[in-house]
């Protein structure tokens, strides 16, 4: 079984920043993919960030520039630096991975407040 852990979500002030980690456990798991979405109060979840097994990344374009998905190790985690963040940022980020047969997994998520 796949599980994947989440941390480094808390309070900041407008224009702080942020570093979201994820680590996936599980024998023999691998993925394809790894990414990080998140969901505001009565928004749909939407993506965020996401690094595919060859390094290239996809961003929102709402957080491109400000926002950098790097992969920790090679297929098992990921973290999130989050600069430069807006009152709009203001989710609860969620850990996503797929495996390279389809299968997506996802973390418990991590709340990130942004406010004075």
């Known amino acids: 079984q796949v599980q994947l852990v989440e941390s480094g979500g808390g309070l900041v002030q407008p224009g702080g920043s942020l570093r979201l980690s994820c680590a996936a456990s599980?024998?023999?798991?691998?993925?394809?993919?790894m990414g990080w979405y998140r969901q505001a109060p009565g928004k749909e979840r939407e993506l965020v960030a996401q690094v595919i097994s060859d390094g290239r990344t996809n961003y929102a374009d709402p957080v491109k520039g400000r926002f950098t998905i790097s992969r920790v190790s090679a297929a098992t985690a990921v973290s999130l630096q989050m600069n430069s963040l807006k009152p709009e940022d203001t989710a609860v980020y969620y850990c996503n991975a797929v495996s390279w047969n389809g299968m997506s997994y996802w973390g418990k998520g991590t709340l990130v407040t942004v406010s004075s």
């Open positions: 599980g024998s023999g798991f691998s993925a394809y993919a």
